[in-house]
């Protein structure tokens, strides 16, 4: 797709396979910048309920078919696709309104985050398309009957309804997380911006990579979609929180129990510390941010500074150092490298701000700007930074209440830390606040007083200012959403929000069964201990229930000092008789658990070169008996799980490892994490 700068392109949206124009007239969407036609947007004539049946039965069928790291070699071919192409996506992105700078966060910070889940899902979830969710319970005590929480993906669509100003991040935010799961995405992009998004689309879509169905894109209304939702499907929307209420409230929504995040506008805070002066490192980083803040996207992001909270004995340097920051602020076409900040996304989205900041300046003065003018451009969007000032925010109520969505906050006073958590808490829930302070009594103070009413903390100081990612910057591994006027959603938060798009099931059985659903050997389902030793086997020799059962090794004393003094352990309870025999848990000298540990591996080890390569881990180790000399240990080795990767010639193996006394007691049990090769020639 090319848009012209001349005549504008019509909208197609991508349904059932094919791009697809609306009948109707449309809605002109209009250059930020000039105010000259950009491109018409329309859904006319869509069927909706085709859509959605369209990809719940091609894209989630194909999805579901793949594996975790499937899935996550898609993401990272799409991300790497998008860089190729990224210079098309920001010249079209100015016409948004966006700087450079701005652009950067929505296209290449969206990239960013397709690659950051390529990388957790191949990293941190097996390759498989099953996930197990904790450890098996136990329902009987002779290991007959047990239980395993699984996740599977749901069998819906992922219907994703997003704000205008992120086209780009805000979309493969969603669909990162989405995709990893094994979910189908139907895309609806706000309007005014949806040019950008319906490009990266067609862009993705270019690169085959993607199976059909498992994207579609909604240029306009979603018409009935809603009405056609069942309990199997996703809903997530990022805008104001009527709409998003009014869409909650939704009939099938409300009567199916359809999962539905929202991400609402919040009157997020900073909170500048009392340990604070003006000639503190905490006091410059502070003004910048606020700066930051109001200007990056022209103040119109839903993690933005709405409010800043100060110690009243600074609010006079407050308003100079700010003042004079924001002086400095150049508005004007984004293309433009002196530029700071370019429009706001549409005029009605400037008068909008206008109207809101009138609600405001009931309760507060103008600080700096001009709230009635709008230099830079006539026929654009231009709207300049407004800093107003509330000089008695405990009993105010609109500045906790009203946003402004531009380039607007409101300074506010405290006389004490907890009068600013109070008035944090007066937001009614926020997506983020931030806490400037070089005191770690000020922080504890104040995070832990606020942080139930919000979904993400920045602490920033001097220690951590050259890699803090900012106030208002989501990263993929921290939840990005927020509690009460926030929506009370979670996005992202590392495999949280992968988790948001799958099933949580119990599975209860016998061992035998619970091992077939899962990939994953229960104890007490078959083992074959004939054949060769396991780690001869690689994994293409390798299964599921391969076991080893091992000689015997008696512990010695001589055995417990020598390890004692050759790795310095010399705690008492390997030391004194007496002094072990007085602890509670033990009878007398005993073994270390690392030595128990040490001389298991001894026992199952293969010492020849072979497809075992390395041991990279020990999970969930437990000490259960106490080891004495004279006890004699034996292993049980069990291949537990299998797990090869899709871009190496190795995979992972984890083997359960059980080590019992001469009784028959358990005296330690974890799982050892190996590489394993492949193929291996003998």
């Not at 190729?84 to 910070?109: H, N, Q």
């Not at 531009?406 to 931030?434: F, H, I, N, W």
């Not at 490892?657 to 330690?668: P, S």
């Amino acid at each position: 797709m090319t848009i012209s700068s001349s005549t504008p392109t019509r909208l197609e949206s991508y349904v059932c396979g094919s791009w697809t124009a609306g009948t109707g007239k449309g809605q002109t969407l209009l250059d930020a910048v000039t105010g000259e036609a950009v491109a018409v947007v329309d859904s006319t004539g869509l069927d909706f309920a085709a859509i959605r049946e369209y990809g719940r039965q091609t894209g989630g069928k194909a999805l579901r078919a793949m594996t975790f790291h499937e899935r996550a070699g898609m993401l990272k071919a799409l991300g790497l696709a998008l860089l190729e192409c990224k210079d098309e996506l920001y010249a079209l992105s100015t016409r948004t309104g966006a700087t450079r700078r701005d652009s950067w966060i929505d296209i290449e910070g969206g990239i960013g985050t397709l690659l950051t889940y390529s990388s957790k899902g191949r990293r941190e979830l097996p390759n498989t398309s099953v996930l197990l969710d904790g450890g098996i319970e136990r329902l009987s005590k002779d290991n007959s009957f047990s239980a395993q929480h699984i996740l599977t993906p749901l069998q819906g669509v992922a219907i994703h309804i997003n704000a205008f100003n992120f086209p780009c991040w805000g979309m493969l935010e969603k669909l990162a997380p989405t995709w990893l799961a094994g979910m189908p995405a139907i895309v609806k992009p706000a309007s005014q911006t949806s040019y950008l998004t319906e490009l990266m689309v067609r862009r993705m879509l270019d690169t085959g990579v993607l199976p059909e169905g498992a994207l579609q894109l909604v240029c306009g209304s979603v018409g009935d979609l809603l009405s056609h939702v069942d309990g199997q499907d996703v809903v997530t929307f990022t805008g104001s929180a009527s709409t998003g209420r009014m869409l909650r409230s939704s009939r099938a929504i409300v009567e199916n129990s359809v999962r539905f995040t929202m991400e609402a506008d919040s009157l997020n805070a900073t909170v500048l510390g009392t340990d604070v002066t003006p000639e503190s490192p905490e006091f410059t980083l502070f003004v910048r941010e606020v700066v930051n803040e109001m200007t990056v996207k022209a103040g119109q992001k839903c993690t933005a500074i709405r409010r800043v909270m100060v110690p009243r004995a600074l609010v006079p340097a407050v308003q100079t150092a700010l003042s004079e920051a924001l002086g400095k602020v150049v508005v004007g076409d984004p293309a433009a490298e002196s530029t700071k900040m370019g429009p706001l996304a549409s005029q009605d989205q400037r008068k909008e701000v206008q109207e809101r900041v009138q609600e405001l300046l009931t309760e507060t003065q103008v600080w700096f700007g001009q709230p009635e003018q709008s230099d830079a451009g006539a026929s654009g969007a231009f709207y300049n930074p407004v800093l107003l000032y509330c000089d008695q925010p405990m009993s105010a109520k609109k500045v906790h209440d009203v946003e402004a969505f531009g380039p607007v906050s409101t300074v506010m006073p405290y006389d004490s830390l907890d009068e600013a958590v109070a008035l944090v808490r007066k937001g009614q829930g926020s997506l983020v606040t931030s806490v400037f302070s070089y005191d770690p009594s000020v922080v504890q103070h104040v995070v832990l007083g606020m942080a139930a009413f919000n979904g993400r903390i920045l602490v920033s100081n001097r220690d951590s200012a050259k890699s803090s990612t900012g106030h208002g910057s989501p990263v993929p591994g921290v939840v990005h959403g927020g509690p009460g006027r926030a929506g009370g959603g979670e996005e992202l938060g590392g495999l949280r929000s992968v988790f948001h798009y799958m099933q949580r099931t119990g599975v209860q059985g016998p061992p035998t069964m619970l091992s077939a659903v899962t990939g994953r050997w229960v104890a007490g389902a078959p083992a074959q201990t004939e054949g060769p030793h396991p780690f001869r086997k690689s994994l293409a020799e390798l299964k599921i229930g391969d076991q080893l059962i091992t000689a015997k090794r008696t512990v010695s004393l001589d055995d417990i000092e020598h390890f004692a003094h050759f790795t310095g352990d010399t705690f008492y309870a390997h030391m004194d008789e007496e002094a072990a025999k007085a602890n509670p848990f033990f009878d007398g000298r005993v073994a270390h658990g690392y030595l128990v540990v040490s001389f298991a591996a001894g026992l199952f080890v293969e010492s020849a070169p072979g497809p075992v390569l390395a041991n990279y881990g020990v999970d969930n180790l437990r000490f259960l008996t106490p080891v004495y000399a004279g006890d004699t240990l034996g292993v049980q080795l069990t291949c537990k799980e299998i797990n090869p990767r899709s871009s190496a010639e190795h995979g992972e193996v984890r083997w359960d490892c059980e080590v019992t006394n001469q009784n028959g007691d358990v005296v330690a049990l974890y799982d050892v994490l190996t590489m394993v090769a492949k193929s291996w020639e003998n």
